[in-house]
């Protein structure tokens, strides 16, 4: 079975402060992970995603998500928050073998001026 | 085309009546998704095709959800007698198949807001 669980539905940071939205995964099997991002009144876009190669994932925007198998963590960080950088962020998986992904929750977040 | 396409953007209907969503993939993808975003709720999966395979249904909510995809491409979810706990939006997604080379991303549309009166 899998399932993500996302930490914390809302985030807040100040400009210019380090993100970091959390993820935690459970997979009976190696998975393939993501995070994707919607912005207001848009669909899901990818930001990043890890399969099996290194485990520090480099995406868009300047973000980035380290596969850590030992603590089943995906989180995503960015150094430095944007005011462009408010949307809400949702980690997925996928089993390998597997066709479906599977989304967390969500998390918000909001960046104060 | 270029992205995926959903239609309506918009959809306002009573209690009772039915609705039809469409969904148009990318070309060439041979993998289609349907998810509901629920305030709160996240992203809630609902059904994939995959080629000519039978179509996991195991997260339609219950049997007046109905989807179906002609030839291979288009995609309408149908839920009839809709209730107010169906307001949602409701996104499309596409991709390869993980056999075609894809990691599993999958590309969505803008998605089909129903309010449910």
């Known amino acids: 079975a899998q399932s993500v669980t996302q930490l914390g539905s809302h985030v807040s940071v100040s400009e210019g402060a380090l993100v970091l939205l959390r993820c935690n995964y459970s997979?009976?099997?190696?998975?393939?992970l993501f995070w994707y991002v919607q912005y207001p009144n848009q669909g899901l876009q990818l930001l990043l995603k890890y399969t099996s190669a290194a485990t520090l994932v480099k995406g868009i925007n300047g973000f980035e998500a380290e596969f850590k198998k030992s603590e089943t963590s995906f989180h995503l960080t960015k150094p430095s928050a944007h005011m462009s950088d408010a949307a809400e962020y949702f980690c997925?998986?996928?089993?390998?073998?597997?066709?479906?992904?599977?989304f967390g929750t969500g998390t918000r977040l909001t960046v104060i001026p | 085309g270029a992205g995926v396409s959903q239609s309506p953007s918009n959809k306002v209907t009573e209690k009772g009546k039915d609705v039809e969503l469409r969904c148009d993939p990318i070309s060439g993808h041979t993998a289609l998704y349907w998810y509901r975003q629920s305030l709160g709720q996240g992203l809630e999966f609902l059904i994939y095709f995959q080629g000519n395979s039978a179509p996991d249904k195991s997260g339609l909510p219950s049997d007046r959800f109905s989807a179906e995809r002609t030839g291979g491409s288009v995609s309408t979810l149908t839920i009839q007698r809709t209730q107010q706990e169906d307001s949602a939006v409701y996104l499309c997604?596409?991709?390869?198949?993980?056999?075609?080379?894809?990691?599993?991303?999958?590309?969505f549309g803008e998605g089909s807001r129903l309010t449910v009166l």
């Open positions: 997925a998986v996928i089993e390998t073998g597997a066709n479906n992904l599977f």
């Open positions: 997979s009976s099997v190696p998975p393939y």
């Open positions: 997604a596409s991709s390869l198949d993980l056999e075609e080379g894809s990691t599993g991303e999958l590309f």
